[in-house]
């Protein structure tokens, strides 16, 4: 009997082709992701393969010899060939690196940042003016479907490679489940928040956490910078780092990007998976680039989907601190996860800075500080579905550590 349609296809990837191809004696109902297969074209043509389509494989940016190309197209399977001539490699087998992002960067010439992969791939998705400035309002690059499928696809590849980065997380040192912290792009790394957001990454990262940002500039690289700098004892090694980074403090500086680049150069991190900690950025915000402080960048052109898997994975909690419109959204976005328990579970929710979040308006209508007080609507929808024991709202970076280390998720999600 043939397997229903759209019955679940078993994954075949580096991580275990050597091993099916050890024993296998059929080539069924299969999914081969991101392999160079043409050293094996003989031994997998004379398989017994699918006799039908409903059982027939497809094969994903797959380099594939003469013998099971034609072995293939016989039976009934699917062929995504490559897509070349973009910046970017539509089927990936594994997250971002910045040296990959960032090929190309002469760290003596800010203006070869316009060279990189990370560079060109936003411009080949919006447009940009003169002064390489996006365009307002928002203006996609006018692109065929073949363009528009590959961003999906490789925005699936991207997906597909953090869960394995996560699943192989668990084993590390980063075993106690993932921190998010939020917050705004254009902090400068001169303020104080940019400092005590550091730190407090830093500590959590130290306890065993794996940190998670968005991915960009402000205080987005203060959570990297400070998991990075984990792997140091004495936390004044941060403080110097912070220091020198300020001398370029905001991200639209020209020396924002190549400043980072030589702390981090002046810095190689004494144990690297102490220093793990994870970016999720967008070409959506391709102007604000990503920070070089993260080990691996998981980078989407749907920001939709960046957002909303972002907040997904932080299964031990979210911290919010000073944002914008961006971090606000992602509040409610957040909250809205734990109103209806959309994972199965529900985790900390902390606004940090109680004055910024909380603050009500001045007798004028006005809010000092450009301050959010979006605490008291929080506390609304927290009572309403019994979560409030989990929203915390302070100013005090112990009570944060505090809310986190004291949560216990189910079982399942404890990465324990």
């Given at each position: 009997m043939n397997p229903p349609p759209g019955t679940k296809k078993d994954r075949i990837d580096r991580t275990n082709f050597d091993a099916w191809l050890a024993t296998a004696t059929t080539c069924k109902n299969l999914v081969f992701q991101v392999l160079d297969l043409r050293s094996h074209d003989e031994r997998m043509a004379a398989l017994v393969h699918a006799s039908s389509m409903d059982d027939g494989c497809v094969y994903l940016g797959c380099e594939i010899g003469p013998r099971l190309a034609e072995a293939a197209a016989r039976h009934h399977s699917l062929i995504f060939p490559d897509l070349p001539g973009r910046p970017y490699k539509p089927f990936r087998h594994e997250l971002y690196t910045p040296q990959e992002l960032f090929a190309g960067l002469d760290h003596e010439h800010p203006q070869s940042y316009y060279a990189t992969p990370d560079w060109r791939s936003y411009v080949s998705y919006l447009e940009v003016d003169e002064n390489n400035k996006p365009l307002r309002p928002t203006r996609y690059v006018d692109v065929g479907p073949d363009e528009v499928l590959a961003r999906r696809l490789h925005d699936h590849f991207i997906e597909d490679a953090l869960s394995t980065y996560l699943e192989d997380v668990k084993q590390s040192v980063k075993k106690h489940g993932v921190v998010a912290i939020m917050g705004g792009h254009d902090r400068l790394?001169?303020?104080?928040?940019?400092?005590?957001?550091?730190?407090?990454?830093?500590?959590?990262s130290r306890d065993g956490y794996l940190l998670v940002s968005g991915g960009g500039p402000g205080l987005m690289e203060a959570a990297n910078l400070g998991a990075y700098f984990a792997a140091w004892d004495d936390c004044t090694v941060l403080d110097r780092a912070i220091t020198r980074l300020a001398?370029?403090?905001?991200?639209?500086?020209?020396?924002?990007?190549t400043l980072a680049w030589e702390v981090k150069a002046n810095h190689p991190s004494p144990d690297s998976s102490m220093s793990e900690n994870l970016g999720i950025p967008t070409w959506f915000y391709g102007h604000e680039p990503p920070n070089v402080f993260s080990s691996r960048i998981a980078?989407?052109?749907?920001?939709?989907?960046?957002?909303?898997?972002?907040?997904?994975?932080?299964?031990?909690?979210?911290?919010?601190a000073q944002g914008n419109a961006g971090t606000t959204q992602e509040i409610f976005q957040d909250a809205c996860q734990n109103y209806y328990s959309t994972y199965g579970f529900r985790s900390p929710m902390i606004l940090f800075d109680a004055d910024f979040w909380e603050q009500m308006p001045a007798a004028d209508g006005t809010y000092p500080n450009l301050a959010?007080?979006?605490?008291?609507?929080?506390?609304?929808?927290?009572?309403?579905?019994?979560f409030e024991e989990l929203i915390t709202l302070t100013s005090d970076p112990d009570i944060v550590l505090k809310a986190i280390r004291d949560f216990r998720p189910p079982a399942e999600f404890s990465g324990t």
């Open positions: 790394r001169s303020d104080h928040v940019f400092r005590e957001i550091a730190h407090l990454a830093r500590k959590l001398a370029a403090d905001r991200y639209d500086d020209p020396h924002w990007l980078k989407y052109f749907e920001n939709s989907l960046r957002e909303e898997g972002l907040l997904a994975i932080a299964t031990h909690g979210v911290v919010f959010k007080p979006a605490w008291q609507l929080l506390r609304v929808l927290a009572r309403q579905k019994g």
